[in-house]
C-alpha cells in the first residue's frame, strides 16, 4: 500500500522560510511523479511543483518560481519543498501526491492525473 505522509507544516512569518517533507513508502514504481500542491480556504487545490523520478526534472507554478524548491532523497524515500521568502498568500495546506508512469517535467500536472495523495500539512504565513 502507498503511504505518502507530509510533514514541517506550521506557521510563519512573511518572508520567512519553511521546508515541507513528503515520506512514501509502499513504491514499487519504476516511474512516477511526486507533486505538491496546495488548497486555500474557499479555493480549488492547486498544482506547485513537481518532480520527475526519471530524471530529476522539476516544475513550478509560476506564484512560486524562484521561492520554492522540490527535492528528492531516494536513499530516504523523502521528497522536500523547501519554501523561501513566504507570502500570506501561500497560506493553504500543502499535499504531497504521486502520479505514476514518465513525467517529462515540461509541463503541470493536474490533480486527476495524480494516483496517490497523503493528508496534508497545513502552512500558515502571517503578515
Known amino acids: 500500500e502507498v503511504q505518502l505522509v507530509e510533514s514541517g507544516g506550521g506557521l510563519v512569518q512573511a518572508g520567512g522560510s519553511l521546508r515541507l517533507s513528503c515520506a512514501a513508502s509502499?513504491?514499487?514504481?519504476?516511474?512516477?511523479?511526486i507533486g505538491w500542491f496546495r488548497q486555500a480556504p474557499g479555493k480549488e487545490r492547486e498544482g506547485v511543483s513537481y518532480?520527475?523520478?526519471?530524471?530529476?526534472?522539476?516544475y513550478y507554478a509560476d506564484s512560486v518560481k524562484g521561492r520554492f524548491t522540490i527535492s528528492s532523497d531516494n536513499a530516504k524515500k523523502t521528497r522536500y519543498l523547501q519554501m523561501n521568502s513566504l507570502k500570506p498568500e501561500d497560506t493553504a495546506v500543502y499535499y504531497c501526491?504521486?502520479?505514476?508512469?514518465?513525467?517529462?517535467?515540461?509541463?503541470?500536472?493536474?490533480?486527476?492525473?495524480?494516483?496517490?495523495w497523503g493528508k496534508g500539512t497545513l502552512v500558515t504565513v502571517s503578515s
Open positions: 509502499g513504491f514499487t514504481f519504476d516511474d512516477y511523479a
Open positions: 501526491a504521486v502520479a505514476t508512469g514518465y513525467y517529462s517535467g515540461s509541463y503541470p500536472l493536474r490533480s486527476s492525473d495524480m494516483d496517490y
Open positions: 518532480i520527475s523520478s526519471s530524471d530529476g526534472s522539476t
